[in-house]
């Protein structure tokens, strides 16, 4: 089975993992340890898929199951690719056969029948990444059924509905007696301008909408695909959080091709991970305007890096120490993540604006809400630093032209696309070497931002 690694030599070790994790949190025997994915998306089921994967056969010892909202249409498009990726593929062909599942798809390939994306994710089809099939899955469409004893949470939300369904679990894990782990994979971010701006990260909206403490919450980042990651292209990721958890469950989500890291820095990192979605939207933006321009495409990486480590500075004290992660993660997603796609898109003409932001057959473009509270939270005089030049006070955002185009172009609609590379070609434009050497220099680490004491501090 692809993406399997609980096979020969690797099923002792992870039943070792799993006894291990099972310990720190006191799960006794004949108690299974209980791992539930809220949300549905591409990352989401293919995070859950690994983890049914490497320890399903210890179905006496850990229960995986998804949750994802009922009554989700696929369309007649989506059930006849479906149909052809099925049969392509003889070991998903043969599956759905002795699960007596594979009559439904033919008619719907027919239109004789409306399948549901809840119905395809227990067979193993996620509706946002249809090419890669994954393992059938435990589905749950009730939300408290799917919560209320769970140890461990993992967020395959979008940023942007988080906080919403986080609040209706906490009402569920009010009478909790013991706190559960969660594990958030959404990279987004919130601004929040009173008394104070800051910015509000995924972990922060759950911590808030369920009393969990932080010190149980924990984010998970990297330079991944998650169709790649399924597909057992080697890759890699961070998780984020206190001492306490990080490393057992690192150790736990470790896969031979799958290899976690850890990191005490929660929300920096976290942060981080949503930044990279902002330039990803004019790095595809990019491409489409100049045909795959090699030269020009590198012009705009250049370019955004700079200010994407200019902005580290205002949200890090020790900056340096992203670089490799953020640089990683900056680098796949300009490849050939949802959000460098959707900008091409939007070039090309073949999505408008006034689509939204949650398009079919690839969830939410997490990136256009970033930009939007980026901009806003960089726009604050409040957090003014010394122009290099006229040596005068700004706000942050007046050095960082690619953010302030793309503001006007997504959330303004005051630019065209191609507005990009009026950007990127301005002959005012400096070297984006100064732009880091002026980082350095100054002292722009903003502490507030991340809400955080010392808020007060000067430039």
């Known amino acids: 089975m692809v993406g399997s690694y609980a096979s020969g030599g690797s099923a002792a070790a992870a039943a070792e993992k799993l006894d291990e994790l099972r310990r720190l949190l006191g799960k006794s025997d004949g108690d299974p340890l209980r791992v539930v994915g809220v949300g549905a998306g591409a990352w989401g089921s293919v995070f859950c898929a690994l983890l049914q994967d490497a320890y399903g056969r210890h179905r006496d010892r850990v229960q995986v199951r998804v949750w994802r909202r009922p009554g989700r249409a696929v369309d007649r498009a989506d059930a006849e690719r479906l149909f ?23 008619e719907a390939r027919l239109g004789d029948r409306t ?11 996620c509706l946002n990444m249809l090419d890669t099939p994954l393992c059938p899955l435990k589905v749950v469409t009730n939300l408290q059924e799917a919560v209320w004893d769970a140890d461990i ?14 609040e209706e679990i906490g009402r569920y894990w009010k009478e909790r007696i013991t706190q559960p782990l969660i594990i958030s994979l959404a990279k987004g971010i919130e601004a929040s301008l009173d008394p104070v701006p800051r910015i509000i990260t995924p972990t922060q909206m759950i911590s808030n909408a369920t009393g969990v403490p932080l010190e149980n919450i ?35 989500l470790r896969q031979p091709h799958f290899i976690v890291w850890d990191n005490s820095d929660l929300i920096t990192h976290e942060v981080m991970g949503g930044l990279k979605n902002v330039y990803a939207i004019g790095a595809g933006m990019v491409a489409a305007l100049t045909n795959e321009s090699a030269t020009s495409k590198s012009v ?6 700079s200010e994407m480590i200019y902005i580290t500075h205002l949200l890090a004290r020790e900056p340096e120490k992203l670089a490799g992660p953020l640089l990683a993660d900056t680098y796949v997603t300009l490849l050939k993540g949802r959000n460098a ?19 079919k057959g690839k969830g939410t473009i997490q990136g256009v ?5 980026f901009y806003e939270l960089l726009s604050q005089g409040s957090l003014c630093v010394m122009h290099p030049e006229t040596k005068k006070p700004v706000a942050p955002v007046e050095l960082c032209p690619i953010l302030k185009t793309l503001y006007k172009i997504l959330i303004k609609r005051e630019l065209a696309t191609d507005s990009i590379l009026q950007a990127i070609r301005d002959e005012s434009m400096y070297d984006p070497r100064e732009r880091i050497e002026m980082a ?3 002292s722009l680490y903003r502490p507030s931002l991340l809400g955080l004491p010392n808020g007060d501090a000067k430039a």
């Not at 949470?153 to 986080?166: A, D, I, K, Q, Y």
């Open 84 to 106: 052809e990726v099925i049969n392509a593929r003889e070991d998903v062909l043969r599956r759905l056969i002795r699960r007596c599942a594979y009559l439904k798809y033919v």
């Open 115 to 125: 399948l549901h994306a809840d119905e395809i994710l227990r067979d193993g089809f």
């Open 153 to 166: 949470v993992v967020n395959g939300l979008p940023s942007t509905e988080t906080r919403e369904v986080f």
């Open 218 to 252: 924990l984010y998970l980042g990297g330079p991944n695909i998650a169709s790649e990651i399924y597909n057992k292209e080697y890759a890699n990721a961070r998780i984020c959080g206190a001492d306490k958890w990080r490393k057992p469950l690192a150790k736990f």
């Open 300 to 305: 705009y990486f250049s370019l955004c890096t």
């Open 341 to 359: 796609w959707y900008g091409q898109k939007l070039a090309k003409g073949e999505l408008t604006l006034e689509m939204g932001d949650s398009i």
């Open 369 to 373: 809400s970033a930009v939007n509270a």
């Open 440 to 442: 350095q220099r100054q």
